[in-house]
């Protein structure tokens, strides 16, 4: 314990804001020290078999700070974290007078509690501010202490008024002041390493990364928009401390006519959307991925073309006073392995594109609700226990005025019959076929010869399809891999009748146990699938790992005696040169993903360790 310095002492419901301060200090090169760290540093903690109570103990007598964490929840609670504070006042009546070592944290307004412990008590010390999880500030200031300041200079304010002037703005620790709306659509990005823009299949959209303690506001609520259908308004990634407020957000062609989201955060901390109004049917009004402690609060999100949102590895979702109006949905709310809270919420006044589909559709995800309202009239149930707590279940129905046919717009294709993807079977190994006329209907057909976009786009369709059943021999479903947004394509498989290996191979493989015999299978079933990659082809969980194999064998030089599986993470982004290797065999990913899934792997190979990213076809692998 003797080179750990900064013990995170916080109340048990406090877990999550917790583990997003201990990611942050490492981030910034300090060494936190908590009972329960996250992953992947969770063996940095209390460890099995360890008397916690003298562990905790000494890890307050030895360490260098001493940040507890107050919340409405650890000033109120009786408990070890009391004893804690007991022990770490205790403490510091043996520190120097002028030496930091209590660091006093709100995360939310509360008061500091007063106990005195030798004629000392908390309250005697100033304390930071860090609401919704924003610990840019405090950690500056520790990295400051440990004399590796941090040359951010001093929070700007920046008045912005055109489109240009916004993304020229964009960087870490400042604050933009939105005075007059705009859209991002053919806006030429700045030279700007925090900004970057991404095709997508009608144009462009911008993509904002890498920032930090960020607050983005509108006098007058100033609406900021998009026009390709595919483009999300607002995408964030790998950045913390984001406050957006006071903002219209969406896209501008009629409702029904836009796929792409309005708010999409993926790999984000200590998010906060204030009063803000996000419409223009975005596929969702927003999309979370692998983000922690996200508050979403007195909003109104209407007119979306899917649903209210999808959420996937979030930690601390909270959404108070947010209001889900005028839209047509699959199911409202898609969530995975997330935690969320719904507080004076509203969910009314919707539609279903379909019979089948509910208000929530949910997997190892935790729903707590306040005072919330849902309206299930035309959706087929709530998706939930007919007795969850806090919930107030109409069945009334939409009863808004915007015709059904502006819904189905000529300019997009209808969802394809069986949004709901099919399960992934363990002895499949799935190959995704895009459909290439998807946005080149003129090259499969004559235009003149269809009375409407609509027509030709499903004629061409099926010329594709034609074209491929005969090119491979082989018979393909329709499929959709695109995440809201419906990205078609046709799916076939290599099964175990093709290559009778095929499950025993993946099961073995995914379990994380080694493999010795039968290596060779794994380029047996290459050969069956490379024949595919003269199209653009979409791979799921099995035949990324068949690519991600092959990798490991020609960077060995042959195939090893003994592979073995060490970790898998369906992920969203990554960067080529700096892949972080998973610890864990996460689930497979949901094919309505898959467009924009990159299988990472850590695999090892006769005691050789990988890191392997398998995106579409091509294929990264580092030795670890």
Same mark, same amino acid.
């Given at each position: 314990?003797?080179? %750990?310095?900064?013990?995170?002492?916080?109340?048990?419901?406090?877990?999550?804001?917790?583990?997003?301060?201990?990611?942050?200090?490492?981030?910034?090169?300090?060494?936190?020290?908590?009972?329960?760290?996250?992953?992947?540093?969770?063996?940095?903690?209390?460890?099995?078999?360890?008397?916690?109570?003298?562990?905790?103990?000494?890890?307050?007598?030895?360490?260098?700070?001493?940040?507890?964490?107050?919340?409405?929840?650890?000033?109120?609670?009786?408990?070890?974290?009391?004893?804690?504070?007991?022990?770490?006042?205790?403490?510091?009546?043996?520190?120097?007078?002028?030496?930091?070592?209590?660091?006093?944290?709100?995360?939310?307004?509360?008061?500091?509690?007063?106990?005195?412990?030798?004629?000392?008590?908390?309250?005697?010390?100033?304390?930071?501010?860090?609401?919704?999880?924003?610990?840019?500030?405090?950690?500056?200031?520790?990295?400051?202490?440990?004399?590796?300041?941090?040359?951010?200079?001093?929070?700007?304010?920046?008045?912005?008024?055109?489109?240009?002037?916004?993304?020229?703005?964009?960087?870490?620790?400042?604050?933009?002041?939105?005075?007059?709306?705009?859209?991002?659509?053919?806006?030429?990005?700045?030279?700007? %390493?925090?900004?970057?823009?991404?095709?997508?299949?009608?144009?462009?959209?911008?993509?904002?990364?890498?920032?930090?303690?960020?607050?983005?506001?509108?006098?007058?609520?100033?609406?900021?928009?998009?026009?390709?259908?595919?483009?999300?308004?607002?995408?964030?990634?790998?950045?913390?401390?984001?406050?957006?407020?006071?903002?219209?957000?969406?896209?501008?062609?009629?409702?029904?006519?836009?796929?792409?989201?309005?708010?999409?955060?993926?790999?984000?901390?200590?998010?906060?959307?204030?009063?803000?109004?996000?419409?223009?049917?975005?596929?969702?009004?927003?999309?979370?991925?692998?983000?922690?402690?996200?508050?979403?609060?007195?909003?109104?999100?209407?007119?979306?073309?899917?649903?209210?949102?999808?959420?996937?590895?979030?930690?601390?979702?909270?959404?108070?006073?947010?209001?889900?109006?005028?839209?047509?949905?699959?199911?409202?709310?898609?969530?995975?392995?997330?935690?969320?809270?719904?507080?004076?919420?509203?969910?009314?006044?919707?539609?279903?594109?379909?019979?089948?589909?509910?208000?929530?559709?949910?997997?190892?995800?935790?729903?707590?609700?306040?005072?919330?309202?849902?309206?299930?009239?035309?959706?087929?149930?709530?998706?939930?226990?007919?007795?969850?707590?806090?919930?107030?279940?109409?069945?009334?129905?939409?009863?808004?005025?915007?015709?059904?046919?502006?819904?189905?717009?000529?300019?997009?294709?209808?969802?394809?019959?069986?949004?709901?993807?099919?399960?992934?079977?363990?002895?499949?190994?799935?190959?995704?076929?895009?459909?290439?006329?998807?946005?080149?209907?003129?090259?499969?057909?004559?235009?003149?010869?269809?009375?409407?976009?609509?027509?030709?786009?499903?004629?061409?369709?099926?010329?594709?399809?034609?074209?491929?059943?005969?090119?491979?021999?082989?018979?393909?479903?329709?499929?959709?891999?695109?995440?809201?947004?419906?990205?078609?394509?046709?799916?076939?498989?290599?099964?175990?009748?093709?290559?009778?290996?095929?499950?025993?191979?993946?099961?073995?493989?995914?379990?994380?146990?080694?493999?010795?015999?039968?290596?060779?299978?794994?380029?047996?079933?290459?050969?069956?699938?490379?024949?595919?990659?003269?199209?653009?082809?979409?791979?799921?969980?099995?035949?990324?790992?068949?690519?991600?194999?092959?990798?490991?064998?020609?960077?060995?030089?042959?195939?090893?005696?003994?592979?073995?599986?060490?970790?898998?993470?369906?992920?969203?982004?990554?960067?080529?040169?700096?892949?972080?290797?998973?610890?864990?065999?996460?689930?497979?990913?949901?094919?309505?993903?898959?467009?924009?899934?990159?299988?990472?792997?850590?695999?090892?190979?006769?005691?050789?360790?990988?890191?392997?990213?398998?995106?579409?076809?091509?294929?990264?692998?580092?030795?670890?």
């Amino acid at each position: 314990m003797s080179d %750990q310095y900064c013990f995170i002492s916080y109340a048990s419901e406090d877990l999550h804001i917790a583990q997003t301060l201990y990611r942050r200090l490492r981030e910034f090169g300090l060494r936190p020290w908590m009972d329960k760290p996250p992953r992947p540093y969770h063996m940095e903690g209390l460890k099995p078999g360890e008397l916690w109570e003298d562990r905790l103990r000494d890890a307050i007598g030895s360490a260098k700070y001493f940040i507890p964490l107050f919340s409405k929840k650890s000033v109120e609670k009786t408990g070890y974290v009391q004893s804690e504070f007991r022990q770490a006042l205790s403490r510091l009546a043996q520190i120097p007078a002028g030496m930091i070592f209590v660091i006093p944290v709100r995360i939310e307004d509360c008061k500091i509690p007063n106990a005195r412990i030798d004629g000392i008590s908390f309250a005697q010390y100033q304390y930071y501010d860090c609401w919704f999880g924003n610990f840019f500030d405090l950690t500056t200031y520790l990295a400051d202490l440990e004399g590796q300041p941090i040359t951010h200079g001093s929070r700007t304010k920046i008045d912005v008024y055109t489109a240009a002037e916004f993304l020229d703005a964009l960087r870490p620790n400042v604050e933009i002041v939105i005075r007059n709306g705009f859209s991002l659509t053919g806006v030429d990005v700045p030279d700007n %390493q925090y900004v970057f823009s991404r095709e997508v299949f009608d144009g462009e959209e911008i993509v904002i990364q890498g920032i930090d303690n960020i607050s983005i506001s509108g006098i007058g609520e100033p609406e900021i928009s998009v026009s390709p259908r595919y483009a999300t308004t607002l995408n964030f990634e790998r950045s913390n401390g984001i406050v957006i407020s006071g903002l219209s957000i969406g896209h501008r062609p009629d409702i029904g006519e836009c796929q792409g989201a309005v708010l999409n955060f993926s790999d984000c901390a200590a998010i906060h959307v204030k009063d803000c109004r996000l419409f223009g049917c975005g596929t969702y009004g927003f999309e979370l991925v692998g983000c922690d402690i996200v508050s979403i609060q007195d909003c109104d999100v209407f007119e979306c073309s899917y649903g209210f949102f999808t959420c996937e590895n979030v930690t601390a979702l909270s959404l108070s006073c947010v209001d889900f109006y005028d839209s047509i949905c699959f199911d409202v709310v898609t969530a995975k392995n997330s935690d969320i809270k719904f507080s004076g919420c509203n969910i009314t006044n919707n539609r279903s594109r379909a019979d089948n589909y509910k208000v929530f559709n949910t997997y190892r995800t935790s729903l707590q609700f306040i005072e919330t309202t849902i309206d299930i009239g035309g959706f087929d149930g709530l998706g939930l226990p007919s007795d969850t707590e806090g919930l107030n279940v109409t069945g009334r129905g939409a009863q808004w005025p915007i015709p059904n046919e502006s819904l189905t717009s000529s300019l997009q294709r209808e969802p394809l019959p069986s949004a709901r993807q099919r399960e992934e079977e363990t002895n499949e190994v799935l190959i995704f076929v895009v459909d290439e006329s998807y946005d080149r209907i003129g090259e499969y057909v004559n235009w003149d010869d269809y009375p409407d976009e609509w027509s030709a786009t499903e004629a061409a369709s099926k010329v594709f399809l034609d074209r491929i059943k005969t090119e491979f021999d082989c018979e393909f479903e329709e499929a959709n891999i695109g995440p809201g947004a419906d990205l078609p394509a046709f799916v076939t498989f290599i099964a175990s009748n093709v290559v009778p290996l095929i499950p025993w191979l993946m099961a073995i493989f995914f379990s994380g146990k080694p493999i010795v015999d039968n290596i060779e299978a794994w380029r047996t079933i290459l050969s069956k699938i490379r024949p595919f990659f003269c199209r653009t082809v979409v791979l799921n969980r099995n035949g990324a790992a068949v690519l991600a194999i092959d990798a490991v064998f020609e960077d060995m030089g042959g195939i090893p005696k003994k592979v073995v599986l060490l970790g898998y993470k369906p992920d969203y982004r990554y960067n080529d040169a700096e892949l972080v290797a998973p610890t864990e065999i996460e689930d497979p990913m949901p094919t309505l993903n898959l467009s924009m899934v990159k299988h990472v792997f850590q695999i090892e190979a006769d005691g050789v360790s990988f890191v392997v990213a398998v995106d579409g076809t091509k294929v990264t692998a580092n030795r670890i």
